[in-house]
């Protein structure tokens, strides 16, 4: 380490890294179609991480190590794993005669392939982010393979960009890992760490030879409870971070924190000898002066801007957390002093509110993206804003319309439990079983199809007016009787419309109930190449009239077989959606499960003797402290049964979940009260099962058996394979098969294929029960 200047005073985690008009996306997903070739998509990305370092400094970013390099193809946990050569056995083959690993190569990880199944994917810890779960057991070679993060802190530097290389850290990276298929019973990849951290040791003097004069390690598994107690964790410190700032030939290190606090671990991390420590002012709180003793010259950076909601920072609040931190680290003899950040890195916001120009200006003048979130922290750093000043629409009442509805205060206000209950589950499933008729093991899909070019071209023309509403219909009808047609050749026994006429799952609900506005460019990555533009649920929530109810109805009137409704749950509207900060998440869930139920039970009036409720987040806002595990799942799962409660005993209630660890949440997901729960399972392996009693859980369970978030077609035998095992533990009875999740994003060849493979492999696992097929 030969650079040891300050930290400047203004910085932030990291940035969005797909482009504000997705330019990323769309140059891997032409280069994995075969349209384009990986130098192509090579020049879009250096384009991309130049164009963010120049507006970070236009935006008011300065000095040595103020800009983070926090760009990835794919995945930043993916990324760290590849730097450090984790791969599964599987994809040994991978690995080349030198040890790298390339970017193509990379891909395979993250998507597949014919032969074998991607890395398992979850949810970033309570973000609508997902990473890819690294697989590691006591063989898997750590090796510096990847320098992708070296070479581009090298093009910074030859362009004349100071840029802070952003990587996982080795904690975090191994305590978010599984262990690998064929370690050993009980194996836990954190005992590797003494194995990794010099790996991680060359890749700090590799960036420092590349010009980098910081490092930013970011440690945010510190700041959750863990499968270590709080004292474990701090052990792991001195000989991971610890090690790591004791080496000459490094840059200086930023630790990173976001996503909460790293409770009882403060001193550890100010003694590892780091520069610079990060602490998530947001969601934790200021650590005491007790807690600070042994600073030193160790500067602290106050993540005082939020970095995961689109509300405006009251400037005057945030200016006294600066303040107050920065007077116990002096209490406590520290010398360092006191840098602004963002809670967390950027990546969960949009670009720039400015391009928003059809919302209600006054909701747009609450509101900051990226780039208004990246002034917030350099005017705060500035040191402008008096500490308490009254600044900005978040410390005052928002009074646009539309924020406070009376009539639907007033009816959530008369909400009993009696209004979250229905019959017990032996006499609903008898009603059901009557009404239905369906076979053991019955098969469906999880709800939309494969969305076309011609069904995207027919919304696009609708919205602008090139057709009008007649045509608009009549082109969604002819697409769902395609996909009813399409079901029925297949042999499906629970069908559904497809969902052509819906852009996204909670937007499409977000347009049609009030309280929500919708933006035009707010994008933001969810995983991979996949981005959603998150609704902004800024008001009391109500349904002005039936949003799904002409289409199930339709889709019902061409077949003889069961049509499901399809809603989205009021958890997962809230958790994908930027929601209103300026009341409790409980009351809010309660008016969205209120406007869900109205049409749910209008769907039931119309004919529909299923509804499905997807959730697939509930998982994904749990809170990282057990301790408040109890009040979220109280009013998360309040909020679902208040929009399903309102039916018949014969309506049979399906929900879906997808792609968390929900085997941590087994009993609410039990309290749910669903009659049939479909859930992720393919990816994992079918882990989920391991984790249910099915006395305890006593309701129909569909575990996924087709990976839809990979483009591969498992194959009838492994399908039965999957089906069999599962039969074992739930029983035939119970049993449903289905997909992981939606269809939306895959291509019909595959989908075809892969649901004639679903269908026949059940059929198989039937015929071996001697249950007799469906006709």
């Known amino acids: 380490m030969t650079s040891t200047s300050a930290l400047p005073a203004a910085t932030i985690l990291g940035y969005p890294r797909i482009g504000p008009d997705r330019e990323l996306k769309k140059a891997e997903e032409s280069y994995w179609a075969g349209r384009s070739e990986l130098s192509a998509l090579e020049e879009t990305g250096r384009a991309l991480r130049a164009a963010t370092a120049d507006r970070l400094a236009e935006l008011g970013l300065a000095g040595e190590g103020a800009i983070p390099e926090s760009f990835s193809w794919y995945d930043q946990v993916l990324d760290a794993a590849v730097a ?80 802070r290389p952003v990587v996982v850290g080795p904690i975090t990276l191994l305590l978010l890992a599984k262990a690998a298929d064929d370690a050993p019973e009980g194996f836990d990849p954190i005992t590797r760490l003494a194995e990794l951290v010099p790996v991680y040791a060359q890749l700090l003097s590799g960036l420092r030879a590349a010009g980098a004069a910081w490092v930013q390690i970011d440690e945010p598994a510190l700041s959750a409870d863990q499968r270590l107690t709080a004292a474990q964790l701090a052990e792991l410190i001195p000989g991971s971070l ?94 360092g002093g006191v840098v602004v950040g963002t809670s967390t890195s950027l990546q969960h916001v949009p670009h720039d509110v400015t391009r ?3 919302l209600d200006p006054a909701l747009r003048d609450a509101l900051a993206f990226a780039d208004q979130k990246v002034q917030e922290v350099v005017e705060l750093a500035a040191g402008g804003v008096e500490p308490g000043s009254v600044d900005g629409p978040r410390s005052t009442p928002r009074t646009f319309a539309g924020v406070r509805v009376e009539a639907v205060r007033e009816r959530a206000a008369q909400v009993t439990a009696a209004d979250a209950d229905r019959e017990d589950y032996a006499l609903r499933a008898a009603a059901q079983q009557e009404a239905l008729g369906l076979p053991e093991l019955p098969t469906t899909t999880i709800g939309s199809f494969p969305q076309v070019a011609e069904v995207r071209r027919a919304r696009a023309a609708h919205r602008k007016g090139v057709i009008d509403d007649a045509a608009y219909v009549q082109a969604m009808k002819d697409e769902i009787a395609r996909i009813i047609a399409l079901q029925e050749e297949l042999g499906l026994d629970v069908l559904v419309h497809g969902e052509p006429e819906r852009n996204d799952m909670v937007q499409y609900f977000a347009e049609n109930l009030e309280g929500f506005a919708t933006t035009e460019h707010g994008w933001v990555q969810s995983y991979g190449s996949r981005c959603t533009r998150p609704s902004i649920l800024f008001g009391d929530v109500h349904r002005p009239a039936p949003i799904t109810v002409d289409w199930a109805t339709y889709a019902q009137s061409l077949t003889e077989r069961p049509v499901k409704g399809m809603l989205t749950g009021p958890v997962t509207i809230l958790a994908w959606s930027f929601v209103r900060d300026d009341q409790p998440l409980g009351e809010t869930a309660d008016q969205v499960g209120l406007a869900l139920r109205d049409e749910v039970t209008d769907l039931e009036a119309a004919g529909i003797g299923i509804v499905q409720v997807d959730e697939p987040a509930l998982r994904e806002l749990l809170p990282l402290r057990v301790r408040d595990h109890a009040d979220y799942l109280d009013w998360s799962v309040r909020s679902f049964r208040l929009s399903t409660a309102g039916v018949q005993a014969a309506t049979q209630i399906h929900t879906h979940l997808c792609y968390s660890e929900f085997n941590v949440v087994v009993d609410a ?39 839809i978030h990979s483009p591969r077609v498992p194959s009838t035998e492994e399908i039965a394979e999957q089906l069999t095992r599962a039969r074992r533990v739930v029983g035939g009875e119970r049993l449903w098969v289905n997909p992981d999740c939606g269809l939306k994003t895959r291509g019909y060849a595959e989908t075809e294929a892969s649901l004639r493979n679903l269908v026949a492999a059940t059929l198989q696992v039937r015929a071996a029960a001697e249950v007799p097929a469906a006709v």
């Open 84 to 163: 450090v050569g984790a791969l599964p056995s599987r994809f040994a083959d991978l690995v080349e005669a030198d040890g790298s690993i390339s970017l193509a190569s990379s891909f395979v990880l993250a998507r597949g392939d014919e032969h074998r199944p991607p890395l398992e994917m979850t949810k970033w810890f309570d973000s609508n982010y997902h990473y890819l779960v690294p697989e590691i057991g006591p063989d898997t070679a750590f090796h510096l393979a990847g320098d992708q993060l070296i070479r581009w802190t090298q093009e910074a530097a030859d362009a004349g960009r100071s840029v």
């Open 669 to 707: 997901i039990d309290a749910l009260n669903a009659d049939v729960t479909s859930i992720e399972s393919a990816r994992s392996r079918g882990e989920i099962l391991e984790a249910i009693d099915p006395d305890a859980f006593p309701r129909g369970i569909g575990p996924g058996v087709w990976d």
């Open 356 to 358: 928003e120009t059809a």
């Open 242 to 335: 610890g090690l790591l700032a004791a080496q000459g030939d490094r840059p200086q290190i930023l630790v990173t924190t976001g996503y909460g606090e790293p409770e009882g671990l403060v001193p550890a991390l100010l003694a590892s000898g780091v520069e610079a420590l990060h602490l998530d002012l947001v969601k934790g709180r200021i650590p005491a002066v007790s807690e600070l003793v042994g600073a030193g010259a160790t500067q602290l950076v106050a993540g005082v801007v939020n970095g995961r909601n689109i509300w405006r920072a009251d400037l005057g609040t945030a200016a006294a957390r600066v303040a107050e931190l920065s007077s116990r680290l002096e209490q406590a003899g520290g010398t």
